[in-house]
């Protein structure tokens, strides 16, 4: 008897939603470029000593694309938690393929962040913001749907992060 109460009060519980940029933003000055373009060009002309001209330009390529990417804004993205899943824009993440989920609290150098993991073998986390919505009320909608467990962002977030990404 208890346990339909509950699945009743999670069919009836009010979808959340908000809208949030899809990742934070740092401004880079003109130092964070200039470094990137020395580093850049160094191993290029180390991957030219070992002769690998191929490798070079990639390296180079590679440069130039991540420094477009570096100066791109992020958008808008409207998040919608429902009793059919996660909705990000018009992509729909239906419960029946998450794993879990794990809300990484707040810390000095973090806001907090709710991470998904994903059944599929060769999907990657999803880590969503959750500095424009409460934590609490997150936890208390998702625990209808999914088992909680104690996820973290990836080490290449926090690395990518600290690099000013």
């Known amino acids: 008897m208890e346990e339909n109460t509950a699945s009743k009060e999670a069919v009836n519980k009010k979808p959340i939603a908000w809208v949030d940029y899809e990742y934070t933003h740092f401004e880079k000055g003109s130092e964070w470029y200039w470094a990137l373009g020395l580093v850049s060009v160094a191993g290029a002309v180390a991957a030219l000593i070992f002769n690998n001209v191929l490798f070079a330009l990639f390296i ?27 909705r990000i824009d018009d992509v729909l993440y239906p419960f029946q393929s998450l794993k879990s989920f794990g809300i990484e609290e ?54 990518m992060e600290w690099l000013g990404f």
């Open 60 to 86: 180079l390529i590679a440069a130039f694309v991540l420094a477009i990417f570096a100066s791109r804004k992020p958008n808008e993205v409207t998040f919608e938690i429902s009793q059919r899943g996660l």
């Open 106 to 159: 707040l810390t000095p150098k973090h806001i907090p962040r709710l991470i998904f993991k994903s059944k599929k073998l060769f999907a990657l986390d999803i880590i969503i913001p959750l500095e424009k919505v409460h934590a609490n009320e997150v936890h208390d909608f998702l625990i209808h749907f999914l088992p909680q467990d104690d996820h973290h962002e990836p080490l290449v977030h926090k690395v």
